[in-house]
């Protein structure tokens, strides 16, 4: 069965302190995976896309790296205002569907 | 440029009613999206639609049903409310076969 597993569930951090959030997942093809962040009540909001093994790509203090079987989001120097949960998917090759993980919280301190 | 939009922000319902929630995409995007999400869970994807037709369905019940206009907008509905609807349901839209779907703020769904 397809599945997408993010670790840890719940990060806190202080701020300055880098740190890498986990997704691992199980498809038998990737069509893409996708980084969004997610505010309290808020739709997620789209970050990365990455589409085969050892691919990156960065934005501003996030960086998102892709193996065959695992993606890491690495956050450098996070500030408070990166506190947010983050989630990964995924969307297998010949579907439509798009299977996410249950997200890793992450608290910035000041 | 607007965003995703979906109306209304919140609703309350009863057990057993019946519910539309509406979703207008992002201009020039022809593929819309409808997920489920309970609290302190990813999204789950109920369907997507593209030029009117359903090409892909999520594992939900007969009960959810949608449909896209010919502007692009789309509609949710769901019958026979359970209590366990009670959750965000989340749009998105993206232009037609490409992987970056971009989210609306989504709608409140409170089932009593």
């Known amino acids: 069965e397809d599945q997408v597993t993010q670790s840890p569930e719940a990060l806190r951090l202080q701020e300055g302190e880098s740190s890498s959030l986990n997704c691992s997942y199980t498809v038998s093809g990737l069509r893409g995976l996708f980084w969004y962040r997610q505010d309290p009540g808020k739709g997620p909001e789209f970050l990365f896309t990455l589409y085969s093994a050892g691919e990156e790509k960065e934005k501003e203090r996030l960086k998102a790296t892709l193996t065959k079987k695992e993606s890491f989001l690495h956050i450098t120097a996070p500030k408070p205002e990166d506190s947010a949960t983050y989630l990964c998917a995924v969307r297998e090759t010949g579907t439509y569907k798009y299977i996410f993980g249950t997200g890793t919280r992450l608290k910035v301190l000041a | 440029d607007a965003g995703v939009t979906q109306s ?105």
């Open chain 2, 8 to 112: 209304p922000t919140h609703l309350i319902k009863t057990r057993g009613q019946h519910v539309t929630l509406r979703c207008s995409p992002i201009s020039g995007h022809k593929s819309v999206s409808w997920y489920q999400q309970v609290l302190g869970q990813g999204p789950q994807f109920i369907f997507q639609y593209y030029e009117k037709e359903e090409r892909g369905r999520g594992n939900f019940p007969d009960r959810f049903s949608a449909r896209q206009f010919p502007n692009y907008s789309s509609e949710l509905n769901v019958n026979a409310l359970l209590l366990g609807d009670s959750a965000l349901y989340l749009c998105a839209s993206s232009w037609a076969n490409d992987n970056e779907q971009f989210f609306g703020p989504g709608t409140r769904l409170t089932v009593l």
